[in-house]
């Protein structure tokens, strides 16, 4: 062998193993060996858990970003532990694996701040375009509707309320028919339409959430603020919004809530917006429908309502809308600048051409439909209206004065008195007969030889008896004022004869009367030493006027009425009681009743001025000045003069005395 030459290598065959397989096999030798493979071995060592392609489409989130979620695969373990394994088949319990991760709670402030903003951000969105993001009106009820929180349903509630008030238009919206929906329409028709719909069902959605919420039961806690600011978003959409759509539906909310006996916040706050709604209402139609509403209740109800809830009538716009006298020869046209009955200008006779009456005729076409367009309202559609609603308001009046419902007789009363020129002739003949009953119903109370259950009877009910015979002597007198009955008095009987004599014989009583000046709204403190001590608010009937007032109207009506002058015997009688009075009153009422009387002496002095001179009397026997009747008291007669006017003088009140002064200047000027 040559030095430096390699040695040659020899190629080994590696020793056949049984087990082995060669990467250069034929075909026959194996299928001959695949007895031997053990692939039960290698399956059994694959891994278990394999991840699968989701299925599932993205979603998007309320921040507006798109998330795919991935399908949860639930490895063979897992259904073991579920129940659907070897293991649940054996009825072996295999126990929960510690360690696992859970996602953490979040807490609950947080929770209350991600609402706020989504809902601010929401809100803004829909104030800046709310055609635009129409769809965000579901978003702000799924958010209402779903929180758990009752803070978060709370602020839902209340973003609703405070976007509907800003984005609602002027005008309703009426429901398109298959005709309109059917019709072609431009992309902006189309598109104004899409979003009016989609206002008006997220509108209808939000009232009747509000109004299942306002049912709810008082238990305290969540329910009871969830309740509060349901009403509460009511009332503010029936002040900002009465003319939009569902209207009675929010209507129905407050009523539901003054049929409740129980004077809460709540129960306030709806009789405070039904006041305010009748005093804004120029329509007509959303007062009635709410007159309506409040009359079916109230007779549900059998009249057995609070006093409040009745005083709302006096907020009407009755007394200012109605009080245009009609004419009896003519016919009042409206017009059509200023709404109600006026003389229009009559324009001089101008040539046109058939051109210019063509065009003139189109005009008033125009105008015409946008009239109907603004829902201008005429004056005698806004009349009848109104006409309906004082039906709807004497009915309620009368039916509670029939069965003498004894809580709210004082309010019946009053709202009598402020609308007795308004009532039908029909009904003067019933109502005066009703009114007397209420005075001698008084007068049995008062009287000290009553019965004693009777009595006792009256004073548990916690009636201010004078203050309701006052009301229905003003009644009396105000369905003569303000309409031509005087004039046809006779002819339907009409006798204030029994009201004139009851007011004589209780002047006395109510000039020593410690509450004349206290309206009934007044703290009452109850007397310590009375058994039957009541709140101050039992006494508290009427919210109007003070005893004082009441019989300052009713005296003017007596004394200074021009269709029924009084006659010398009852002027006299009345003024000479009335300077007795005044000895008792108060200041400020003897002021009053001062001022009267110097209007008395200024129209009827010759009437009045024998009282200061005695050589003037044609009376015949003796002044009998504790009678209770005008003809008894024989004020013509010796010993009626007016020590009464010495005395005051000297009071204590300089425009009392200044009164008293100008009052003789004025039966001294009547005798020269």
């Not at 009349?383 to 809580?407: A, C, D, G, N, W």
């Not at 000045?625 to 009626?640: P, R």
């Amino acid at each position: 062998m040559a030095p430096g030459r390699p040695a040659k290598r020899r190629r080994v065959t590696p020793p056949i193993d049984s087990n082995a397989v060669s990467e250069t096999i034929k075909s026959t030798d194996l299928f001959d060996r695949a007895a031997d493979w053990d692939l039960e071995q290698i399956y059994e060592q694959r891994s278990r858990s394999r991840k699968q392609e989701s299925t599932r489409l993205p979603i998007k989130t309320l921040e507006g970003r798109i998330q795919h979620v991935e399908d949860t695969v639930v490895s063979e373990d897992e259904e073991s532990f579920l129940g659907s394994g070897s293991a649940a088949s054996d009825g072996i319990e295999t126990p929960p694996t510690d360690g696992v991760d859970e996602t953490p709670a979040i807490p609950l402030r947080e929770q209350i701040v991600a609402a706020k903003e989504e809902l601010a951000r929401i809100a803004v969105l829909l104030n800046e375009d709310p055609e635009e993001h129409a769809g965000s009106f579901k978003k702000l009820a799924n958010i209402a509707e779903s929180a758990s929180n009752p803070t978060i349903q709370k602020l839902a509630l209340a973003t609703q309320a405070a976007v509907y008030k800003d984005i609602i238009p002027g005008y309703r919206i009426r429901a398109y028919t298959d005709e309109d929906v059917g019709t072609k329409v431009s992309k902006e028709v189309r598109r104004t339409r899409q979003y009016e719909q989609a206002l008006v069902s997220g509108y209808r959605g939000y009232v009747k959430q509000l109004g299942s919420l306002a049912k709810l039961k008082r238990s305290g806690g969540d329910s009871a603020s969830l309740k509060s600011v349901a009403i509460n978003c009511a009332c503010t959409l029936l002040t900002s919004v009465p003319h939009f759509n569902f209207r009675t539906e929010l209507l129905n909310i407050l009523v539901h809530q003054l049929s409740s006996r129980e004077v809460s916040p709540d129960f306030t706050k709806c009789v405070d917006t039904i006041e305010t709604f009748f005093a804004a209402d120029e329509d007509g139609a959303p007062s009635l429908e709410a007159v309506t509403l409040l009359a079916k209740m109230m007779k549900a109800k059998d009249y057995k309502v609070e006093e409040s809830v009745l005083n709302t009538f006096l907020h009407l716009r009755l007394l200012t809308e109605l009080s245009v006298k009609g004419s009896t020869s003519k016919t009042d046209k409206p017009d059509d600048r200023l709404g109600y009955p006026g003389k229009k200008a009559k324009r001089k006779w101008e040539h046109r051409s058939k051109k210019e009456k063509k065009v003139a005729r189109e005009r008033k076409v125009v105008e015409r439909d946008f009239k109907e367009a603004e829902a201008i309202v005429s004056y005698e559609d806004r009349e009848k209206l109104q006409s309906e609603t004082l039906k709807m308001v004497f009915v309620t009046y009368f039916r509670i004065l029939k069965i003498r419902s004894p809580h709210l007789t004082g309010a019946v009363l009053e709202g009598l008195a402020q609308y007795a020129h308004l009532i039908n002739q029909d009904f003067f003949g019933d109502l005066l007969e009703a009114l007397k009953d209420i005075i001698n119903q008084a007068d049995f109370t008062n009287d000290p030889d009553q019965d004693e259950s009777a009595a006792e009877e009256d004073e548990n009910s916690a009636r201010n008896m004078t203050r309701e015979t006052l009301l229905s002597t003003q009644t009396a007198f105000t369905l003569l004022s303000g309409q031509d009955v005087s004039k046809y008095a006779s002819g339907l009987h009409l006798d204030l004869s029994f009201f004139t004599s009851y007011i004589y014989r209780a002047l006395y009583p109510l000039s020593l009367d410690s509450g004349i000046e206290l309206g009934p709204k007044s703290v009452h403190l109850p007397d310590p030493h009375s058994s039957n001590s009541t709140t101050p608010s039992a006494q508290n009937k009427i919210n109007i006027a003070t005893p004082t007032l009441i019989l300052i109207r009713v005296l003017t009506s007596i004394l200074l009425s021009t269709s029924s002058p009084p006659p010398t015997l009852t002027a006299a009688s009345f003024f000479k009681r009335l300077l007795t009075a005044s000895l008792q009153l108060p200041e400020k009422s003897t002021y009053a009743i001062l001022n009267l009387m110097t209007k008395v002496a200024d129209k009827h002095g010759r009437k009045i001025e024998s009282l200061w001179y005695s050589d003037e009397r044609k009376g015949d026997g003796i002044f009998h000045g504790e009678s209770e009747s005008i003809e008894g008291t024989n004020v013509l007669a010796v010993g009626s003069g007016v020590w009464e006017c010495e005395l005051l003088r000297h009071h204590y009140c300089p425009q009392v005395r200044e009164d008293v002064k100008a009052l003789d200047k004025i039966i001294a000027n009547f005798k020269r």
